[in-house]
Every structure is written in structure tokens, then in C-alpha cells.
């Protein structure tokens, strides 16, 4: 059918998929306009993508903060048993000092040493 320049155009309405015949800005049928508003879908889909980004980072972070805690929980158990060593073998070391330089305390029943 080929259009005469005194016909009115044949739209179809992108909301409610009606074809009319109408030089009017809006559908005579659901009265929205034929122009689409991607304005909507734009924004939607641009939310969409900064909540999967920051999902994503949210992950990472965790993860990383994970990590990062298992890593100085290792440490300073490791530290903790170095030092730990360290007191013992000081403990170890001063007590023999203290035997070698001080007198050994009689038990009782047994007679002291000395004068």
C-alpha cells in the first residue's frame, strides 16, 4: 500500500503494539506517546552494572580482608611461639644460674650444710 502525501501515516505503538492510522503524537488507543523514552532502560541497565561492579568489589574486598587476617593470625602465632621460646629458654637459663650460684636448700629431716 503505498502512501499518498493527504494519507495519514500507519504507526504502530511501541506500548501497546496497536496499528493505527493517526497524525497525532499519541496512540488513540493506550494515549502514550509513539516515541520510546529509552531513558529508563538506559538508567536500569547503568544500575544494573554499578550494583554487579560493586558486588564484585564488595567480594574482593572480602577476600582480600579474609586473607589479610589469616595471613597476620599466622604471623603472629609465629611470633608468639619464637617469643615463647625465647622466655622458656631464659626461664631455662636463669634458673640454672640461680642452681649453680645459691646453696641448694636442705630437705626437711636432713641436716643443714655448713657451720
Request: contains cysteine.
Amino acid at each position: 500500500m503505498a502512501a499518498t502525501p493527504d494519507a495519514t501515516p500507519q504507526r504502530v505503538c511501541p506500548h501497546c503494539a496497536t496499528l493505527a492510522y493517526s497524525a497525532e503524537r499519541r496512540c488513540p488507543y493506550c494515549r502514550r506517546s509513539y516515541r520510546r523514552h529509552p531513558l529508563v532502560g538506559v538508567a536500569a541497565m547503568l544500575l544494573v552494572t554499578a550494583a554487579a561492579v560493586l558486588g564484585g568489589v564488595a567480594y574482593m574486598l572480602t577476600a582480600f580482608g579474609d586473607e589479610l587476617d589469616s595471613e597476620l593470625n599466622r604471623q603472629v602465632r609465629t611470633v608468639q611461639d619464637d617469643f615463647g621460646g625465647d622466655v622458656r629458654g631464659l626461664r631455662r637459663d636463669i634458673r640454672r644460674e640461680l642452681d649453680r650460684r645459691l646453696p641448694a636448700v636442705p630437705q626437711s629431716g636432713e641436716a643443714p650444710i655448713g657451720p
